[in-house]
């Protein structure tokens, strides 16, 4: 049985699993990548992805989120009390922030493409070197210091700085 899509309105709910309507990660993917991928997809495929997306913003940022939440019996992180945006704006306690829905509008993409978000890493540690084929192409990169395989998106991570203590620098990767 599938799970039940629930999104987040603003009041705390206690069973929201997602922080984005189909309707507007639709309307955000039309504006911002024009992506057949997303709008290929089928509404189940879409929901699982918002869920899915969500749930990482979640449990990447846990612990970092401005504010306090808004109810003790809330689902998820946001709603928040006490949040100042980037430019020292207080984000309404009702409000859902545009930049988290763009955040999870872009992660849910990803997971439409493919992405896990999070692959189970065999190894600890860094990657000295790697070599990719496709075909007769293949290319070789030997990384100085190693190169990590934690991914990462900079793009996300640039949306929801602003509502996050952490003022770490993005890395690429």
């Known amino acids: 049985m599938a799970a039940t899509f629930i999104v987040e309105t603003g ?17 955000y993917h039309l504006d911002h990548s024009g992506s057949t991928d997303w709008s290929g997809a089928d509404n189940a495929d879409k929901e699982a992805a918002l869920r899915l997306a969500t749930q990482y913003l979640d449990a990447k940022h846990a612990g970092k989120w401005k504010g306090t939440k808004y109810t003790t019996t809330q689902a998820l992180a946001w709603p928040r009390t006490g949040a100042y945006d980037g430019e020292n704006c207080l984000i309404e306690y009702n409000v859902i922030p545009q930049a988290l829905k763009d955040a999870c509008a872009e992660l849910a993409l990803k997971v439409i493409g493919g992405d896990t978000l999070l692959d189970d890493l065999d190894k ?50």
């Open 124 to 173: 600890t540690g860094v990657i000295k070197s790697e070599t990719k084929k496709l075909g007769i192409l293949e290319t070789s990169k030997e990384y100085i210091g190693g190169k990590s395989q934690v991914k990462r998106y900079p793009l996300i991570e640039l949306l929801v700085k602003q509502l996050t203590t952490d003022n770490s620098v993005c890395e690429r990767g």
């Open 11 to 27: 009041t705390g709910l206690s069973n929201a699993n997602s922080y984005l309507s189909i309707t507007d990660a639709d309307a």
